[in-house]
Every structure is written in structure tokens, then in C-alpha cells.
């Protein structure tokens, strides 16, 4: 093989792997400047992430001792900060809302956004929603359901692992 074939096909191979090698970097880079923005957030409220999990835009963790969930999620133009005092809700649900003049009964309705929608004991308080998917802000619905399903179980069992600490 001819020297000069094998440097252009090496080079022809760094230039087609260079894409994924810089956004392999910009999405560390992301997750790195989410989880310092979410870290921030406990250490104002003296707690400790005890789990956490990252989708494309958000980051959700939860202390378990406090009972407490944070949500940081970075929006094209915009940062949204959530902190949840879990003794406070009764229960965490999935909300899904669809597009207009769509159903949930049709075979494919077309999902507008995904929330985790946090339920309060007293009826005088307002439900708080943690928003995973907005069809404005991301093309397609990817991994935001399943994230949003794992926790909302995560969620409901520590209200009840709370609830039963509390009796």
C-alpha cells in the first residue's frame, strides 16, 4: 500500500469521527454545568443528592433524608431551578398533555409535553409541575417518558417511605 493512500484514508477517517468526538465533549460539558448548577442548589438548602439522573436538557435528584427533589433544566434561551419539599404532596404523577384537538383514546396522539405533576395535601396550594418534554423546545420524544415514569415511582416511594418515618 502506498504511503500517501494510507495518510489520506487517516485523515479521511479523523475528519468523519471529529463530529462525534465534539459532541461526546459538549454533552459531558453540559452534564458537568448541570450538576454544578444542581449541587449548588442542595448546598443552599444543607442537604445531600443521594441519587440523581440527567436527560437530554434536565437534571432531577433527590435527597432522601430531607425528602426534597430538585430539577435544573437549561431551555434554549432560559434556566429553570425546582425545589420540591416532598411532606408537602400527597403524591407525584405523570401529566401528559396533548397536541390540540387530540386525545389520549386515538392511536397515536401526539404528545405535547411531559410533566411530573406533584400533587399537594392542602386543596389551598398549587400542583407544581416539572417539565421533561416540550415539543416547542425538542424535536422528538426520546428518553423523557421512561425518565419521567422511573421517577415518578422513585418519587411516590419516598413520599411513602416519609409518611411512614412521620407515623
Known amino acids: 500500500m502506498d504511503l500517501g493512500t494510507l495518510i489520506t484514508g487517516l485523515v479521511m477517517l479523523g475528519l468523519c469521527a471529529?463530529?462525534?468526538?465534539?459532541?461526546?465533549?459538549?454533552?459531558?460539558?453540559?452534564?458537568?454545568?448541570?450538576?454544578?448548577?444542581?449541587?449548588?442548589?442542595?448546598?443552599?438548602?444543607?442537604?445531600?443528592l443521594t441519587d440523581f439522573e440527567?436527560?437530554?436538557?434536565?437534571?432531577?435528584?433527590?435527597?432522601?433524608?430531607?425528602?426534597k427533589v430538585f430539577m435544573?433544566?437549561?431551555?434554549?434561551?432560559r434556566e429553570t431551578r425546582e425545589l420540591v419539599k416532598l411532606t408537602d404532596f400527597q403524591?407525584?404523577?405523570?401529566?401528559?398533555?396533548?397536541?390540540?384537538?387530540?386525545s389520549s383514546s386515538e392511536d397515536n396522539p401526539e404528545i405535547e409535553r411531559v410533566d411530573l405533576k406533584f400533587i399537594p395535601k392542602v386543596n389551598t396550594?398549587?400542583?407544581?409541575?416539572?417539565?421533561?418534554?416540550?415539543?416547542?423546545?425538542?424535536?422528538?420524544?426520546?428518553?423523557?417518558?421512561?425518565?419521567?415514569?422511573?421517577w415518578e415511582v422513585k418519587i411516590n416511594k419516598q413520599m411513602q417511605h416519609t409518611a411512614n418515618n412521620q407515623a
Request: glycine share 6%; hydrophobic share 35%; charged share 30%.
Open 91 to 102: 403524591r407525584c404523577q405523570i401529566e401528559k398533555t396533548y397536541a390540540k384537538g387530540k
Open 72 to 77: 435544573y433544566r437549561k431551555h434554549k434561551d
Open 125 to 150: 396550594k398549587d400542583s407544581i409541575l416539572f417539565e421533561f418534554y416540550n415539543s416547542n423546545e425538542n424535536l422528538n420524544l426520546g428518553e423523557e417518558l421512561g425518565f419521567a415514569k422511573n
Open 18 to 48: 471529529l463530529p462525534f468526538v465534539l459532541m461526546h465533549f459538549n454533552r459531558k460539558k453540559i452534564k458537568d454545568q448541570m450538576l454544578f448548577s444542581i449541587s449548588k442548589m442542595i448546598s443552599h438548602e444543607n442537604g445531600k
Open 54 to 67: 440527567f436527560t437530554t436538557h434536565a437534571i432531577i435528584g433527590l435527597d432522601e433524608n430531607q425528602s
